[in-house]
């Protein structure tokens, strides 16, 4: 913009005027922390608080918006990671909000507590505090006058599927959850006790004698003490959270998935449908990871492994037009 207005700068007087009225334009795009993108999809960078933490995120909007659009809000796995699931611009989330953009749908996704620019909260890790952003994140999504309230989807990986679960039980108006790489019946105890026998060398063996400590009762004494989280995870199992869902569903499953492995995904299905859920749908990717990479345990990182598919992306990106896009013109 600036070359644009020095070249305005040596022809007429009604040149300078578009010149200047350009510039300040784009400064004004740059205050409100806008992307543009010429007549192309934007992107906003966005803040909201839950519990006294500052959250920041990006809001990214599609070219043409008209009355109301469906919206999704993306919810990262355990840990604090940033709004990209700590996996940069070749990861699932950027891809996948690339994808749903282009096809009119408004994506929410926001740096976890302690990532990113967000703030951080100085006490031990909650899970409970996790779901409270996520419902703020929510609340935010349908606040905004370019979304449609009644189309807001929820898209979570690993640990973020459990929190989908959990909105989705308590919040009927919520319109589809995708669950990626994280649906399971049984509660975090039982998983990190699978991972740890499947993987004795693992991280989730060094967390069981925590995982002991939040079984008894326990409080976090510090930090980074996990005993706070597992504890509050215990007091939600998934068995409970899946039999109150009605909202479609669609469970995304990598095949060689280390973490959660496939047949979680079967077993969440089938609750969820014995309970009398009418839209639950599993789509497993064979030879693709937890971050649905094509990188296994042992082999060398690169740029191709280490890249999400961008088949599951369009999978899932297909999935929410058809449950939001048809239902309003």
């Not at 305005?8 to 009225?21: D, E, F």
């Not at 006294?52 to 796995?77: D, H, I």
């Not at 940069?88 to 408004?106: N, T």
Request: proline share 7%.
């Amino acid at each position: 913009m600036s070359a644009g207005a020095e070249r305005a700068g040596s022809g007429s007087t009604a040149r300078r005027g578009r010149g200047a009225r350009y510039a300040s334009l784009a400064a004004l795009l740059v205050l409100l922390g806008c992307q543009a993108r010429g007549n192309g999809p934007r992107e906003l960078e966005v803040r909201f608080a839950n519990a006294g933490v500052a959250l920041a995120g990006t809001l990214g909007l599609p070219s043409s918006l008209g009355q109301g659009r469906p919206a999704v809000v993306f919810v990262t796995g355990d840990g604090p990671q940033d709004r990209d699931g700590g996996l940069g611009p070749a990861g699932l989330f950027h891809i996948l909000a690339d994808s749903l953009v282009g096809r009119g749908v408004i994506v929410l996704r926001h740096d976890d507590r302690g990532a990113g620019s967000s703030s951080a909260d100085p006490g031990p890790p909650s899970y409970l505090a996790l779901i409270g952003d996520t419902r703020a994140a929510l609340a935010f999504a349908r606040r905004r006058s370019e979304v449609d309230s009644d189309r807001v989807v929820l898209i979570g990986h690993s640990e973020g599927a459990k929190t989908c679960e959990v909105l989705a039980a308590e919040d009927p108006k919520i319109a589809g959850i995708v669950l990626l790489a994280g649906a399971t019946a049984v509660n975090v105890d039982s998983l990190l006790e699978e991972q740890a026998r499947l993987n004795p060398g693992g991280p989730a063996a060094r967390l069981l004698p925590t995982m002991s400590r939040a079984k008894a009762g326990e409080r976090a004494h510090g930090p980074a003490d996990l005993t706070d989280w597992m504890r509050e995870h215990l007091e939600l199992p998934p068995r409970r959270l899946l039999s109150r869902i009605r909202c479609p569903v669609l469970i995304v499953q990598g095949g060689a998935d280390h973490l959660v492995r496939e047949h979680h995904a079967r077993e969440a299905a089938a609750l969820l449908e014995a309970a009398g859920n009418p839209d639950v749908s599993v789509r497993v990717f064979p030879g693709l990871s937890h971050a649905f990479t094509h990188w296994t345990p042992g082999a060398q990182h690169s740029p191709g492994l280490d890249a999400a598919d961008p088949v599951v992306a369009q999978a899932v990106a297909e999935w929410v037009s058809g449950r939001t896009l048809a239902k309003k013109p």
